[in-house]
């Protein structure tokens, strides 16, 4: 008996079993009699639970040349599996939350820790606080292994490892919206060669539904380890909350569709990283560097999608441990941020000796450095000096794009205030500012211009290096 006329004879009994009151009333012998009449020779059936992940009671008809689960619970559940499906529901909307989907790859310890910090929480503060959990999970060395060990893997991508590889090289040096950009593309391009079989008139949703969906089909059948089921119970919307695999699969769609491939005018987050912005040019907010450890991830997620589309399981959902070739790109990375760091100092002091500021990048305005510059001469070259002159010194924040800070120096009742600029060539309306309060304003580095810059000013201004404090006794 070919296969085909198998399954027919399976339908035939499911049909029949739907006719009953209940499928709860199923019996094991029940099914081996309706199998005895479709001619099977010798069933054996047997109530059992099936499923990979949170299981279906079914009965199991076992005869010669296959096997087929019939379901004890209607497609719209028992009231265990409206629970469950509850529960994925509204995890999926913390999930939509902060425009991402259930992860692969990941601990699920910290993926429970990261969705119990967003649940009551505003949108805003979600992104926050899933930049600080993802902070400590996407990593260099993660991003390494997915580049290396994960992209290659799959058809649509293997073309364009050299060009990830180069994102990952180019944003741990500094450059993160260029990396960002080089990669969104990508997804589209990876999407088309997966559903290559659907013509060059495919819309981005067909292609992600039919790529989402044939992966879900493979997940179902393993699902229920291959035996005949009853189709409405290999859906993704039974199998939602039923299977991990789909949930995350079908997650993973939802951001696709809701977020990186929707219309401008629809778009809805915070995160900005969607293709037509980028396109189109609409907004400028998806250069974040947080973005690219996203598009890395999102990348080797369709990989993972693809190997479920074409059933080669080529892509484990175990995160592989690194080999030698992601080991080499993580040290490398880490090369150039050390070399891009020492570079960053360089450009700051050559810029400086100008009497300008080094020009913001998309992604890195040059405060945080400053700031930290700033803090270390302050410390080093008036502090110091002040303290060694017998004053108590309180000192300020700098502050937010780091062109100045002060500090207070006391003793008993003397009390005076000095402000340290980052440059010489600070513009006059700061230098007026600080004059008021301050009995010196002083720069980092050599003089540059300083009567053009500090014109009309009573106080004393200088380099930090050429003022000496005058003696708290």
């Not at 040349?65 to 599996?81: L, Q, R, Y």
């Not at 790859?105 to 990261?114: E, N």
């Not at 893997?153 to 073309?159: D, G, H």
């Not at 600070?426 to 580095?445: D, F, P, Q, S, W």
């Amino acid at each position: 008996m070919s296969f085909s006329n198998i399954e027919d004879k399976f339908s035939g009994i499911w049909r029949r079993a739907l006719h009953e009151t209940s499928l709860n009333a199923l019996t094991p012998e029940l099914i081996e009699k309706w199998a005895s009449d479709k001619q099977f020779i010798n069933p054996v059936a047997k109530l059992t639970n099936v499923g990979a992940f949170h299981t279906t009671p079914c009965i199991v008809l076992t005869v010669e040349g296959g096997k087929a689960c019939f379901p004890t619970i209607p497609v719209s559940g028992d009231e265990n599996w409206q629970i469950r499906r509850k529960q994925y529901d509204d995890q999926a909307a913390l999930w939509d939350k902060v425009e991402w989907f259930m992860p692969l790859w990941l601990p699920m310890g910290q993926i429970s820790k990261l969705l119990a910090s967003v649940k009551h929480v505003t949108r805003e503060r979600a992104l926050d606080l899933f930049k600080y959990h993802t902070s400590t999970l996407y990593t260099l060395a993660f991003e390494a292994v997915c580049i290396e060990q994960i992209l290659p893997l799959a058809r649509s991508l293997k073309e364009i490892v050299p060009l990830a590889r180069e994102a990952y090289l180019g944003a741990y040096s500094g450059y993160w919206a260029t990396s960002v950009g080089a990669l969104i593309p990508v997804i589209e391009g990876s999407l088309t060669r997966i559903a290559s079989d659907l013509g060059s008139k495919a819309t981005a949703p067909e292609k992600i539904d039919h790529a989402v969906n044939r992966a879900i089909e493979t997940a179902a059948q393993l699902h229920f380890d291959h035996m005949w089921v009853p189709l409405e119970y290999k859906t993704c919307d039974y199998l939602f909350g039923q299977d991990e695999r789909v949930f995350a699969f079908d997650t993973f769609r939802r951001w696709l569709k809701n977020h990186f491939f929707c219309k401008t005018d629809e778009y809805r987050g915070v995160t900005w990283l969607n293709r037509h912005m980028f396109a189109h040019g609409t907004a400028a907010s998806w250069q974040q560097p947080a973005n690219f450890a996203r598009m890395v991830v999102a990348l080797a997620t369709l990989a993972a999608v693809e190997s479920w589309y074409d059933a080669s399981h080529s892509v484990s959902f175990f995160l592989p441990d690194m080999n030698d070739n992601s080991t080499l790109l993580w040290q490398q990375a880490l090369l150039r941020g050390d070399v891009q760091m020492k570079l960053k100092i360089t450009e700051q002091d050559y810029f400086r000796k100008h009497g300008r500021l080094v020009p913001p990048l998309p992604a890195d305005n040059g405060a945080l450095l400053r700031k930290g510059l700033l803090s270390q001469q302050c410390m080093t070259d008036l502090v110091r000096p002040l303290r060694d002159a017998g004053w108590n010194v309180k000192v300020n924040e700098p502050d937010d794009n780091a062109l100045y800070m002060t500090v207070d120096a006391s003793q008993g009742e003397k009390l005076f205030s000095v402000a340290l600029l980052y440059s010489c060539g600070t513009e006059n309306g700061i230098y007026k500012m600080l004059a008021k309060e301050c009995a010196a304003v002083l720069y980092c580095g050599a003089p540059y211009k300083q009567d053009s810059f500090a014109h009309d000013i009573s106080v004393h201004v200088g380099p930090v290096l050429g003022w000496q404090p005058p003696k708290a006794g």
